[in-house]
Each structure stands twice: as structure tokens, then as C-alpha cells.
């Protein structure tokens, strides 16, 4: 067991203590033994002496040219890389999942660094021809501010480097909040950003909790961005309190993530993702399979494998190479799985396996849950309809192409999806009808790049995209620029009329 880490605060280049003076723990959820971190429990005054120092860093900070900036985050990716192992093991400890996936997440950062960074030589505008003589016109991107960033616990890296990277390469500031559960892995994030030559001030790490940390930078006059990701919940609220400020919210919510097993999909093929995307990351990526939406003719055999799977997956603490699927993140998380796994059974859904905590043993001081598989579950079941991030898995049987797209479009949310098909014509219909923001055809509803755009449609999001071209949107503002060299008044739409 490693010690526990005092973390400060980052604020103007400096580790500093929060004004408050209060402190909270963060326990291993493998193994509540293990203290893995004691981190500052930020209040209003912490955010306003982190946003000061961002909007001062601002001034200079937009004027270092975009390919320098750049340079910085290229060079960060390097550090991150040499790191991995370390910073894999500091994820793992902190929010559970094992050690192979922590270090995806350590990667999935290292590609933003070398996106980002590159996108500082690129950036474009438009250039276009002028209706009249002798005039020349552009457009250009121009940084905003000072970003306030809220990121979750179950992409604890990944997550802020999507946010953080392109705000800072397109010139803003950044005072970050992350998620209580996880908070390590935005310093490390930051160290390396730091060690590259980020100047002090342009990102600042103010940790702690929603109400007392999280508010207060949501709705500080100077924060005129707000990048959250998190719960459908929260995220109404940040929306709301940003709109009383006319600010630009970006939002990334929810999933009920549908899988559809037609009667010609290669089931072996689809056993093996719908494990992997429904038990990986112990259920709790916003883009999980959580339904299975499999034609009636091919159900009772992919139910049969995906049984045998599930109870084959060995759970336990991510540290141990052996593991498969590490535990939930906070006692919270297991309470509200274990109370999913009551509805569906009140519900009438069947509990084909899994169903219980596991607490005998080395499981005694974690977070642990069963894979649960129900079947038999109707559309209209809460199950079916709500996110539970976990490792719960709803199998819903139809009887044509037409019904499992309708079950599929039939929830609130519409973050990923995914078909396995041999039928080229069902993959296409698919693709363009699924409700969703990322669609997969013969593959499951994880695993997105960062250099295609990632986010939702309906309840997941509120139409800004993370990550691919469309990451630099949120953080940058247009201008339209006009040059006329004629000498004269030229008057648009009048004097080229005729
Ligand atoms: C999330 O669950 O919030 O596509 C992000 C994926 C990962 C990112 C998940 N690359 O599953």
C-alpha cells in the first residue's frame, strides 16, 4: 500500500492550501483501507483567487503565437507517455478501473496532446472573395477567456485533456473542478502541461465538491465558458445558472446506450463486444452498452453466451493484473446500482445472472457488484429507459430491423449506439436513423477517438461536440474580418447591385 498524498490546490503557478482551511479524503474503492489522497475542500474564495490568476494569465497567455502554444501541449504528450505506468497506477488506485484500461485513459490524453498541439499550426479560418473590387475578407478564431471546466470521475484523464487541451492551444485560461472521486489525475495532467513551460496561471486546479466548489465557478462573473461533464441532473443546473449569465455552456450528459444483434450478426463477434462495452469500466462510461436490443431468432443463444461471459469475468481490485472489472466507484454508486437491480426485479424483468455485492474476502473493503444481465425487460421498464452506470445490462427482444431501431430512438438520451449486421442495407439505415451522436456498425458502443467528434443528442448533450475539428467551437470565438483597399466607399448589397 502506497502513502496518502496531500494535494493543494494549483493556483498562479503555486500549490496552495484552500482559504477555508478544510481537507477530505479520497479512498481507494477496491480497498477503503487505502487512503490515496487528502485534497483541499475548495469554497467560493478559492475560486475567485484561481479565476483572478486565470484572467490575469489570460492577457499574455492569448498573445504567445498558436504554434507555440502548441509546442507545449506536444510536448506534454511526451512527458505523458514516459509516465504512463505511474500515472495508470495513480488512476486505478483513485476510481477503480484496472490497470490496462487506467492506461487508456492515460493514452486517449496522450492523442489529445499531439491533436491539440498540432491544431496550433493549423486553426483555420475561412477565406473568401469579396462581392466588390479591391476588397480582401477572412475569418479567424479568437480565444474567449477564462474556461471553467467541471469533469467527472470515470475518465479522470481523458476527460480534462479533451477539455483542457483545445481551450488552451486556442489561447483561453482554464480554472478546473475535478470530479472529488478522481482528482489525481488532473494533477498529473497538469504537471506535464507545467514541466512543457505552461506559463503560471493559465491552468488552475481548484478541488473539492459541486455546491461549495463546482457553484461558485459556474457562476463567476469572469468565467464566460463552462465545460461540464456529468450527470443529466447537474448538468440542467449548470445550464440554467450559465443562462442567467449568457454564458457559453458546453454540456456532456448521459447515455442509454443501445447495442442491436440482428438475426445475420456474427455472434461471436458480438459476445465479445457486448462484454467488453456493458462490463468494461465496471459499466460507468456514459457511452456503456446498458441495452441489448437482439432480433427474437438469435436471442436465447446470444442470452446463453453473454451468461457465460459475464460469469466468467473476474472481478476485483484493478491493481492485480489478473483483474477484469474492478469495483464501482463510491459506496453512493453501489447503492444506486444495487437499487437498479431491485427495480428490474420488481419490475418482472429476469435476473439472469449476477444481481448481488460481492463482500466476502478481498472483497470486504470495496465497491464490488456482480455483471448483472436481466432479460426479458420491456422498453417501458425504468432499466431500460434510465442510466444506472453500472454493470447492468438490459436485453430486450424484437422481432424486425423496423422495431429495434424504434426501441433504440425510444429513450431520452442519444449519446452512442451500435448495430452488428452482415446486411449492408440494415448497417445504413441504421447509421443515418439511430438517434445518437456516435453510431458503431459491427463494433460496440465504446471506444471513441478523439479526432472524430464526441457527443449526444436529446437529454446527453446540447449540440456542442468534445474532441475531433469541432473541439476548438466551444473555445474560441469567430471574427469576420474586411479589407478594403479600394480607397473609396464601397457600399455591400448597394453599389454592386446592378
Ligand atoms: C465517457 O464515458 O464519458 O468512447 C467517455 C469511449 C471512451 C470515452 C468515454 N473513449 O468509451
Not at 202 to 224: F, K
Request: aromatic content about 6%; charged content about 20%; overall charge negative.
Amino acid at each position: 500500500m502506497s502513502e496518502a498524498r496531500l494535494f493543494m490546490n494549483f493556483i498562479n503557478g503555486e500549490f496552495v492550501p484552500s482559504l477555508g482551511g478544510k481537507t477530505f479524503e479520497r479512498r481507494n474503492p477496491a480497498d477503503t483501507a487505502d487512503v490515496v489522497g487528502i485534497f483541499q475542500d475548495s469554497n467560493a474564495d478559492d475560486v475567485e483567487a484561481a479565476v483572478t490568476a486565470a484572467k490575469a494569465a489570460y492577457a499574455t497567455w492569448r498573445k504567445v503565437p498558436a504554434p507555440r502554444r502548441g509546442e507545449i501541449l506536444l510536448r506534454a504528450a511526451d512527458l505523458l507517455l514516459a509516465r504512463k505506468d505511474r500515472y495508470s497506477h495513480d488512476l486505478t488506485r483513485e476510481m477503480g478501473k484496472p490497470l490496462f484500461e487506467a492506461g487508456g485513459d492515460i493514452v486517449e490524453a496522450i492523442g489529445m496532446a499531439q491533436y491539440a498541439g498540432s491544431e496550433g499550426r493549423r486553426m483555420h479560418g475561412v477565406t473568401t472573395p469579396s462581392e466588390l473590387p479591391n476588397k480582401f475578407q477572412m475569418s479567424m478564431r479568437q480565444p474567449i477567456g477564462v474556461i471553467g471546466m467541471i469533469t467527472p470521475w470515470n475518465f479522470p484523464m481523458a476527460i480534462a485533456s479533451w477539455k483542457m487541451l483545445p481551450a488552451l492551444v486556442c489561447g483561453n485560461t482554464v480554472v478546473i473542478k475535478p470530479g472529488e472521486d478522481a482528482s489525481i489525475s488532473t494533477f498529473n495532467l497538469v504537471e506535464c502541461l507545467v514541466e512543457a513551460g505552461l506559463p503560471p496561471g493559465v491552468v488552475n486546479i481548484v478541488t473539492g465538491h459541486g455546491p461549495s466548489a463546482g457553484q461558485p465557478l459556474v457562476e463567476h462573473p469572469d468565467v464566460p465558458v463552462l465545460s461540464f461533464t456529468g450527470s443529466t441532473e447537474v448538468g440542467r443546473l449548470v445550464y440554467e445558472l450559465g443562462a442567467r449569465q449568457i454564458k457559453r455552456v458546453s454540456l456532456e450528459m448521459g447515455g442509454k446506450n443501445p447495442l442491436i444483434v440482428m438475426d445475420d450478426a456474427d455472434l461471436d463477434l458480438v459476445e465479445q463486444g457486448v462484454v467488453w462495452a456493458a462490463f468494461g469500466t465496471t459499466g460507468q462510461r456514459c457511452t456503456a452498452t446498458s441495452r441489448v436490443i437482439v432480433h427474437r431468432k438469435v436471442a436465447a443463444a446470444l442470452i446463453e453466451r453473454l451468461v457465460g461471459r459475464a460469469q466468467a469475468l473476474r472481478v476485483g481490485n484493478g491493481l492485480h493484473p489478473a483483474t477484469d472489472m474492478g469495483p464501482l466507484v463510491n459506496e453512493a454508486q453501489l447503492e444506486r446500482v444495487l437499487g437498479y437491480i431491485e427495480v428490474g426485479k420488481s419490475e418482472g424483468a429476469t435476473l439472469r445472472c449476477g444481481g448481488n455485492r460481492l463482500t466476502e474476502g478481498s472483497y470486504a473493503n470495496g465497491w464490488f457488484v456482480q455483471p448483472t444481465i436481466f432479460t426479458g425487460v420491456r422498453p417501458t421498464m425504468r432499466i431500460a429507459r434510465e442510466e444506472i452506470f453500472g454493470p447492468v445490462l438490459s436485453v430486450i427482444e424484437v422481432e424486425s430491423l423496423d422495431e429495434a431501431l424504434a426501441v433504440a430512438n425510444d429513450v431520452a438520451y442519444g449519446l452512442s449506439s451500435s448495430i452488428y449486421t452482415r446486411d449492408i442495407n440494415a448497417a445504413y439505415r441504421a447509421m443515418h436513423e439511430l438517434e445518437a451522436g456516435i453510431v458503431y456498425i459491427n463494433a460496440p458502443t465504446i471506444g471513441a477517438e478523439i479526432h472524430l467528434p464526441f457527443g449526444g443528442v436529446k437529454a446527453t448533450g446540447n449540440g456542442h461536440r468534445e474532441a475531433g475539428p469541432t473541439m476548438l467551437d466551444v473555445f474560441s470565438e469567430w471574427k469576420s474580418v474586411y479589407v478594403d483597399y479600394s480607397g473609396s466607399l464601397q457600399r455591400a448589397q448597394i453599389d454592386n447591385a446592378d
